[in-house]
């Protein structure tokens, strides 16, 4: 008999103890996953992060002392740095987007569904980028907000450029992104196979220089702006 995969060791970072208590239930509930260890602030994050090696950090945003977003800056600096998904709440727009651009692989809201959760942390663990709907919406529009006509005009042309180098599946798939959709619904709406909706993902992220997924659903946007 084939030996079982090791489960996908999880560190979860958050200073309310309640909230990693109900993580670490959620998870240790799962034969293929299992948390490592917690923290309850950035420093002690870097300590636990050091000492177990884990698969994927849940790393809380907001924290006393060393917040989420510096910790992930620091981890992601490192030569076999963990996937990052971060923890957050509709009032921390402005800090998702720094974390995204720092590496992480994505975020969920501290209140989605624990099947969801359990979702994320596999598709992270995989490398592949999670971000919750309704989440990336306030994202992009927190980072769409009032500009110059000079200012959209400038980004309106560079986006339609970048875009232009896609097929028109390609392209399908970016809108879809754009609207927040999983690969599930994209599949769906597109009438193709979850596999190719990662195919077309992945070409995306080749082709447009970014490396997740709220980039591509903002550079649609500024291109229909």
Sequence with gaps: MDDEPEPVRVVIVDDEQLVRLALRLVIDGEPDLTVVAEAADGDAALTVVEEQRPDVVLMDIRMPGRD????TRELLTRPVPPRVLMLTTFDSDDLVLGALCAGALGFVLKDT??????????????????????????????????????????????????????TERELDTARAIADGLGNPEIAQRLHISIATVKAHTGNLFAKLAVDNRVQIALMVRDAEG
Excluded: C
Aim: zero cysteines.
């Design 113 to 166: 569904p624990p099947a969801r959760i359990l979702d994320a942390v596999r598709t992270v663990a995989d490398g592949n980028p999670v971000l919750s709907p309704a989440a990336t919406a306030r994202v992009i529009a927190a980072a769409t907000g009032p500009q110059s006509s000079e200012a959209r005009r400038s980004s309106r042309e560079a986006a339609r450029r970048q875009l232009s180098a896609l």
């Design 68 to 71: 989420g977003l510096s910790t």
